[in-house]
């Protein structure tokens, strides 16, 4: 059974930054392309990033290129997505996930459950 338990989030002031941390469990973690989507209050969720199997390939939703950074650690069964620069818009609920296809934009699989990520301004 795939688990996804995200960490790191909370509250930082506009123009601050988090780092949040995804540990995966139940999965051949190096198998799969991992992301991060966030869904803030009534609104739908959206893609924020993905990155691929072995790291070489990553895609940014345009509001966060540039100051969002995604990595994956697969000796560790991470990802971690760096978010300087953070703006009020960006606050939400991160969710990590398993992608399901890449192509012609990320789709999740399975999710994990949830960090909160409050900017404040």
């Known amino acids: 059974q795939v688990q996804l338990v995200e960490s790191g989030g909370g509250l930082v002031q506009a123009g601050g930054s988090l780092r949040l941390s995804c540990a995966a469990s139940?999965?051949?973690?190096?198998?799969?392309?991992m992301g991060w989507f966030r869904q803030a209050p009534e609104k739908e969720r959206e893609f924020v990033a993905a990155?691929?199997?072995?790291?070489?390939?990553?895609l940014y939703e345009d509001s966060v290129k540039g100051r969002f950074t995604i990595s994956r650690d697969n000796a560790k069964n991470t990802v971690d997505l760096q978010m300087n620069n953070l703006k009020t818009e960006d606050t939400a609920v991160y969710y990590c996930?398993?992608?399901?296809?890449?192509?012609?934009?990320?789709?999740?699989?399975?999710w994990g459950q949830g960090t909160q990520v409050t900017v404040s301004s």
């Open positions: 139940g999965l051949t973690f190096s198998s799969y392309n």
């Open positions: 990155i691929s199997r072995s790291g070489d390939n990553i």
């Open positions: 996930a398993t992608l399901r296809v890449w192509i012609p934009a990320p789709a999740a699989e399975s």
